[in-house]
C-alpha cells in the first residue's frame, strides 16, 4: 500500500504507454479495457501463432511477424464442425451488443407474412434468394424472422453473415468457414479454403450485399450446398444470368399498417390531426417502415414537451430551474421535417448523445462501441447516448455494431454536425491507439472494431496515423482479418513516409511482404521485403533484416516450387547426328541450328504449305563453342538459348581441327552478269541522250513542195534568245554576229536527226531553229520555250541575214543499239 495516499503502490511494467486524457474518466471504456492506470505497450502485447497454408505465422508487434514453413504433422488436417451449442454461442457472439439501461421495445414486423413465407419456402428447396429493398424498407427485421423459422432446415444450421464493405467474396468465405468449423488458429490457403467449405451445408442470411455479378457467381459456386438469402438495396449490382436467385422486393407499407407503426411506436392513439399528418408522411416516404419510426420518436419527444409544459403551469417556477420552459404549445412536425427528421430529432436528445453524432459523423457514419464512449466524450454516461439513438430510429444494426441510419449522416452535416469532423477523427484515433496496444484487449475485439478503427485511421494526422497503424496491424493479423490487416499496413505505410518514420516505414513493408507470401502473391511479397530490407539496412538493423532475408528466401523458394510443378514448354530431345553432321551442327550453323535442332522433329513447312527445303552450309564458318557445356544435348527453350546467346562470353577450348571439305568448281557467273548489266547500261545511256538531243532541235518542218524537212538555222528577227529546252537555261547566248551554219554544216542538228552519206558527222548546234517567214508553221511543231524565271537585261541584237531553207533528205530515226 502506498504510505501516503493509501492507494496500492503502482506494478513497474516492461514498458507503458501514456493514457489519453479522456481515458482516465471513462469507467465504462476502462472496464471494457482493463481497468489499469497506464496501458502496456507493444512489449508487452500479445504474441500469437497462426498456421497460414504451409507456413507457420508469428504475429509479433515488436520486430515484426516471422513466418516459417509448417512443421510436418501440425495442421493440414480439416477441424471439426460446430455443434448447436457452439453455433448457438456464435450466433449470440454476432449480434449487437446490449446497451445499458432499459430495453426499448422493437418495432413490429407488419404486412411482410406473405414474403416471410415465401422466402422459407424457397430456402427449404435449397434455393438462393435475393431480397431487393430501399434503405429503410425493413430487409433486416425480416431477415431475423426468417432465421428464426429456418433454424432447423440445414444441418449447420443458419449463418448470419454481414456484405458491408466487402467487393470480392475472399472475406465472406474466410467468414463462413470460421462460423462453420473450429479453427481459431488457422486461416487456411485458398485451396484448402475452397475445399472446405464445399462441404457446408447451411442457410446462410448475407445482409447489406454490395457485391454480384462474376464475384456473386464466385460466391455461389464455392458453396454448392448452402441456400443464400441476399439482401441488397436497388442500386447494388445485379447478379448475371448464370446464378440463377429467386427475385424478392420489398415495397413500401399501406396507410393502414403506417398508423398501426406509428400508435406502436408512441403507446397510444392517434388524433386525427396526427392521422391525416401520417398520411401525408406515407405519400411522402413511399409507406418506408424507418421513416415511421423517427416520425413516432418526433410524436414522443413532442408529447414529452407539452406534458412537462402543462405540468409547470400548475406550479410555481422555482429559483433554481436548471431546464429553460418552451415559451408555447408545440405543434405537430411540418411535411419536410417529417421526411428529413435528423435535426429535429438531434436538437431534442441529450449532450451526450449530440457528441456521438458527431463523432459518427468524423467517423463516415460509425458509431463506435457504447464503451468507448465515455472516454471519447467525457461523460461517464455516455454510454447511455447509443440506446437513445437507436429509439429515435437515427441509427441501424449492421453485423455487431452500430452506424448511422440511412440519409441521416447528410441531414446532420447540413446541419453542421461535420464542421469538427477533424478534431473528432483525430481524438478516435489517439484512444483506438491507445486501446488496441493495451495488453488486456483480446483481437477478436480489435476486429469487431474494424471499420471504426480504419475510419478513424483515414481522418488523422500523419503522426497518429502511425501510432494507430502500429498497434491495431498486428491485432487484424492475430484475429485473422487479413483484409483489414492490409488497408491498415497501406495507410501506415503511407503515413511513415510523410512523417519521415524509416523504422516504422520498413515495418510496414516487412508486413505486407509476409502478407503477401501467405496469400501466395510472389512478386508482391518479394518487392516489399526488397524495400523492407532495404530501409532496415540503411538503420543497421541487424535483427530485422535477417528476419527479412529469411522471409525472402521461402520466397525464392515457393518460386522455385512453382517453376518445377508447372514447368514451361518441354520440347522434345533433337535426334543425335551422325558422325558426318556433328562438325556441322557446331560449327557451321551455331545458334540458330541449335534453336533448330532442340524443336520438335516433325515435317517443317511454310505457311501455305510448301515444304521447306533442307539448306547444307555453302563454305564453312568459324566453330562456334557453348558456354556451358553439357554432357547431353538442350531439351529446354532456357538451354537452347543459355548456348546460343550467353551472358558472359568465355574463350572456346582448342578444338581439333575439322579438315576442310574440298572446294567446289563453280561457273564463272560473276564476269557474264556485269557484262551484260554494262550493255544494258551503255544502250540506256545511249538512248537517253538520243532522246535530249532530238528534243532541244524540235521536229523538222516539211516545206511545201518537197519531201525533206526544210531547217532554219537564224532566229527571227528581234527575237528574245531563251535557255534552250534540253539544256540549262543560264547557257551563254551566241554571239549575234556569228553566222548561222549550213545545214549540210557537219554541226547541224539535222545531221543527227538525218544523217548524209556523202558527209562526216556534225556535232549538234545550240541555237534554237525558228521557221522561215514565207512558210507557216506546223501544227505538230514545238511549242515556244517558257521564260526563263531569272530576270535578263535587255538586249540590242543586229538583224540577222535572210534564212535561206536548204532541204534534208528523210529522217531515219536511229536505234538503240547503233546509238551505243
Known sequence: MDRTQGQPEPVEQPATAPVPPGAASAPSATASAAPAPAAAGPAVARVVTLTAGDFTLTVNPVDGSEIEPRRPGTGGSAPAKRDAA????????GRPPLLPGPAAPAPPLLAREEERERLVRL??????????GPAGSGRSALLDAVAADCARLAPD????????????????????????YEASQERPERTQLLARVRDI??????????????????????????????????????????SHLEEVFLAGLGKADCVQLLEAGIGRALTEDETAWAGDLRFASEGLPLRFVQAAALLRQRDGRNLSSAGDEDEEPGVFEERPRDAAFVALPTLAEGAAPAELLASRVSESARAALRIACALGGELPHHAHLPALVGDTHADAAVAELLGCGLLTPVGTRYRLAAGVARQLEEAGYGDTAAEEARTAARHYAWWTGHASVTPERVAAEADAVLAALAGADVVAAVLLARTAAPAFAAARHWEAWE???????????KAGEVAEQAYFHHELGVLALCEGRLDRARAELEASIGLKGALADKRGTVAGRRALALVADREKAGVEVSPPLRLEPPAPAGPEGTAGAAGATGAAEAVTAALPAAAP??????????????APVAPVVPVIGRSQAPTTLTEVFEEAFPLTPKPAPPVAPVPAPAPRKQPRRKPVLLAAAGALTVAAL???????????????????????????????SGATVPGVPGTSGNDPVADPGTPAPEASDPGSPE??????????????SRKPVSPPPSQKPSSTGPKPPSPDPSPTPPTTEPTPPAPTPTPTATATPASPSATA
Do not use: W
Open 686 to 716: 545511249g538512248t537517253v541522250m538520243a532522246l535530249a538531243m532530238t528534243g532541244s532541235d524540235g521536229d523538222p518542218q516539211t516545206p511545201a513542195g518537197g519531201d525533206g524537212p526544210a531547217v532554219s538555222s537564224t532566229p527571227t
Open 123 to 132: 430456402l427449404g428447396r435449397g434455393r438462393s434468394v435475393r431480397l431487393t
Open 157 to 180: 444450421g443458419v449463418v448470419r453473415l454481414s456484405g458491408y464493405g466487402h467487393q470480392q467474396p475472399g472475406e465472406l468465405l474466410h467468414a463462413l468457414y470460421a462460423a462453420v
Open 751 to 764: 545531221s543527227a536527226v538525218t544523217p548524209d552519206p556523202n558527209q562526216p558527222p556534225r556535232p549538234p
Open 605 to 618: 513447312t511454310a505457311p501455305l504449305g510448301v515444304p521447306v527445303a533442307q539448306v547444307a552450309p555453302a
Open 201 to 242: 451445408g447451411a442457410i446462410v442470411l448475407l445482409d447489406d450485399l454490395e457485391m454480384g455479378g462474376a464475384a456473386l457467381d464466385e460466391l455461389l459456386r464455392a458453396t454448392p450446398e448452402c441456400a443464400y438469402l441476399l439482401a441488397a438495396t436497388p442500386d447494388t449490382r445485379a447478379p448475371s444470368d448464370d
Open 86 to 93: 457452439g453455433r448457438a454461442a456464435r450466433d449470440a457472439a
Open 487 to 497: 488497408r491498415v499496413l497501406r495507410s501506415g505505410a503511407e503515413a511513415a513516409r
